[in-house]
């Protein structure tokens, strides 16, 4: 079974820090892409980062150059770095872990963990 564990959360001031962690464990499979998506209250899921197993980023337009993912999908681990927060980032990270083609092939959920911005 599949357990992909976050740590990193919390609270922080505006213009603060908080790096991001993901591990995935109890798993054979090959991932090609692990990766950061966040929920907001009354908002839809979005895609933050992602790493491909080439090591190919992609940002959502509102963290670039702010946040920076890494890490080595083929030892199925994830980081996030994440700076100058802002009020606007506060919401619940999960970390995801796919096997193929996104609707086509399994995917991996993390339990989320809550990253709160003040103002």
């Known amino acids: 079974q599949v357990q992909l564990v976050e740590s990193g959360g919390g609270l922080v001031q505006s213009g603060g820090s908080l790096r991001l962690s993901c591990a995935a464990s109890?798993?054979?499979?090959?991932?090609?892409?692990m990766g950061w998506y966040r929920k907001a209250p009354g908002k839809e899921r979005e895609l933050v980062a992602s790493?491909?197993?080439?090591?190919?980023?992609r940002y959502t337009d509102s963290v670039k150059d702010r946040f920076a993912i890494s890490g080595d999908v083929a030892k199925n681990t994830v980081y996030q770095q994440m700076q100058s927060l802002k009020p606007e980032d506060t919401a619940v990270y999960y970390c995801?872990?796919?096997?193929?083609?996104?609707?086509?092939?399994?995917?991996?959920w993390g339990q989320g963990t809550q990253v709160t911005v003040s103002s």
């Open positions: 995801n872990a796919q096997t193929g083609v996104a609707g086509e092939a399994p995917e991996y």
């Open positions: 109890g798993s054979a499979l090959r991932f090609i892409r």
């Open positions: 790493l491909s197993s080439r090591g190919t980023t």
